[in-house]
């Protein structure tokens, strides 16, 4: 999958010196290709009364990249606070039409406990490796993007209820129709009153604010997945004054191109960067090197049609597969008694 955003193909990649670290991005699972969730304290503000009536926006980063995950950004505060505080003072807008330093700024600003976003607002990220991306686009029974997409979107939501905060209004950047997405949420959350609109970080400053923790998240991590690259470089080169990067992760984008082809095992392909299920890393691993072919050897005998799933399955017509595998079931074991 190729798919694209012009705009944002078009930022600017910052330098790795100018990348802030939220709190969102755990280094380590960042370069172990693990997916996570962050959670921000709950704000002040909400926490000194809980019946506070809150407005939740979602938002995402780094759809069509093949480097690099994909973040789910959630942002809450009081609904009294909501455009007054988000639109008016602070001019949340589009990440996407902010610039790195302004979308810097605000994220900043969330973190840092003297500022009224701290003590008003609450976020979360979830973090969608490339590994577990393509791993999940790959298998036989495909668990495609948009699926994926809205169980980290219903995830974020359900934890943000389970910490007791009340949202009241929720708003969401659509994934595909926005009537089908809108009425299975409706169906989870029947009492709270739910948008999902096309360009709602355009329109809902909650939204816009989850997409500026998203994108800043996303800008982080996919520099911390850099890194291993940038150590290996220095050290097989210790004169070398610039390690060309990978750019902003997205297909069209020539550093991005350029860094898959000249850093491709012909074998392996990448690490857990890249998002192996994306057409271009596809074809780069079937073309790259015709010469490296791998050969799976067929066995002749009677089983060769057995799969691996076939050994875990329950002998008997009937039964319970796991309780067979590892033992007899308790009401066996009573009978000898």
Known sequence: MDTQDTQEIELDTPAAEDVFM???????DAIEGKSYSHFSPIPRL?????TTECVLGVDEAGRGPVLGPMVYGVFYLPLALHHSLLAETHHFDDSKVLSHEV?????????TTDTDLYTSCGWATRVMSARDIGAHMLQPNTYNLNAQAMDATIDLIKEVFA?????????????GKPEIYQ??????????????ATKADSLYPAVSAASVCAKVTRDAALDVCFEPY???ATKADPDANKVIAWGSGYPGHVLTSTWLKQNMDPVFGWGSETRYSWATAKELLENKNPDVKVDWPVDDGDDNDMRMTDFFVSKGDEGDE????FGKRVTQEMECF
């Open 322 to 325: 796991l309780v067979d595998w």
């Open 163 to 175: 910490r007791g905060v009340n949202v009241t209004d929720i708003y969401i950047d659509t994934i």
């Open 183 to 196: 009425k299975k949420l409706e169906r989870i959350w029947p009492t709270v009153r739910i948008t999902v």
């Open 230 to 232: 940038h150590a290996a």
């Open 22 to 28: 939220p709190p969102s991005v755990w280094k380590s």
């Open 103 to 111: 979308r810097v700024n605000l994220m900043r600003k969330l973190c």
């Open 46 to 50: 909400i926490a000194e009364d809980m």
